[in-house]
C-alpha cells in the first residue's frame, strides 16, 4: 500500500464514529460515556497504530537509526579529523620553531660573512691606498729628480754662458772675482730653494 492508500483508509475509518453520532441524534452530557462511539474509537485507534506500525513506523525508526549512525559516524569522523588537526598544529608549529632557527643561523651567517667582506674590502682599501702613496711618493722622487737635474741643466747653461760673457769681456782680476762671487751666490741659492 502507498502513503496515500493508507491515508485515505485512516480518515474513513475515523470518520465512521462521527456519522454514528450523528444518526443516533441523541445528545449525551459531558459525562456521559457511549460506549458504541468508544469501542469504534478504539477499533479506529489499534488499527491506526497497527497502520503506522507496519508501514510508517519501521521506516521512521530506519531513517532514525540510519541518521544516528550517520551523526555518530561523523562525530567519529570529527574527532579523527580534530587529532589529524592537532598532529598537523604540533608538526606545524615544530616546522615553524626549526624555520625560525634556520632563519636566525643563517642571519648569523650572513652577518658573519658580511663582517668578512667588510674586513676584506678594508684590507683591500687600505693596501691601495698604502700603494697609491708609494706611487705618489716615487712621483715626487721622480719629479724632484727631474728638478734638480733641470736645475743642474740650466745652471749648465748658466755658467756656459757666464762664461762665454767673461770671454767676451776684457775684465780685470777684480771684476773677475765679483762676476764669480755673484755667479756662486745665485748657484747657492737656487740650491737652496731646490
Known amino acids: 500500500m502507498r502513503a496515500s492508500q493508507i491515508t485515505a483508509v485512516v480518515f474513513a ?10 444518526q443516533g441524534g441523541e445528545g449525551g452530557g459531558l459525562y456521559d460515556i457511549n460506549t458504541g462511539l468508544s469501542v ?3 477499533v479506529v485507534f489499534g488499527l491506526l497504530v497497527f497502520i503506522l506500525g ?3 513506523w519501521g521506516p521512521i525508526l530506519a531513517a532514525v537509526d540510519a541518521r544516528e549512525k550517520g551523526i555518530q559516524t561523523a562525530l567519529d569522523e570529527a574527532a579523527e579529523r580534530n587529532q589529524e588537526a592537532e598532529k598537523l598544529l604540533t608538526n606545524h608549529k615544530e616546522n615553524l620553531a626549526d624555520a625560525r632557527r634556520q632563519a636566525s ?3 648569523a651567517e650572513g652577518k658573519a660573512a658580511g663582517d668578512a667582506v667588510r674586513a676584506e674590502i678594508e684590507e683591500k682599501a687600505r693596501v691601495e691606498a698604502q700603494s697609491m702613496i708609494e706611487r705618489a711618493r716615487a712621483e715626487i722622487e721622480r719629479e724632484r729628480d727631474a728638478a734638480i737635474a733641470e736645475l743642474r741643466r740650466e745652471s749648465v747653461d748658466l755658467a756656459l754662458a757666464a762664461a762665454t760673457r767673461l770671454m767676451q769681456e776684457n775684465l780685470d782680476q777684480e771684476k773677475d772675482r765679483a762676476l764669480v762671487e755673484r755667479y756662486l751666490t745665485e748657484m747657492g741659492a737656487a ?3 731646490a
Open 105 to 107: 643561523e643563517l642571519l
Open 13 to 22: 475509518l475515523a470518520a465512521f464514529p462521527i456519522e454514528l453520532l450523528a
Open 191 to 193: 740650491g737652496t730653494e
Open 40 to 42: 469504534w474509537t478504539l
Open 54 to 56: 507496519k508501514y510508517a
